[in-house]
């Protein structure tokens, strides 16, 4: 059990830090806004990973 969550938190830690890369990432155009809004989904995941640990 303690190794599940472990690999949670490491994957919730990859996936915030991944989120904020891509939105620092984003150019100032159309495809950045798609860049964005995956970089605030995959950012919401990882949060919502860490949460549930």
Do not use: N, Q
Not at 27 to 41: M, N, Q, R, Y
């Amino acid at each position: 059990m303690l190794r599940k969550r472990r690999t949670r938190r490491v994957l919730a830690l990859f996936l915030v830090v991944l989120g904020g890369l891509l939105m620092y990432l984003a150019p100032e155009v159309w495809g950045g806004l798609a860049v964005l809004a995956l970089g605030v989904a995959v950012e919401l995941a990882g949060i919502a990973l860490e949460r549930k640990t």
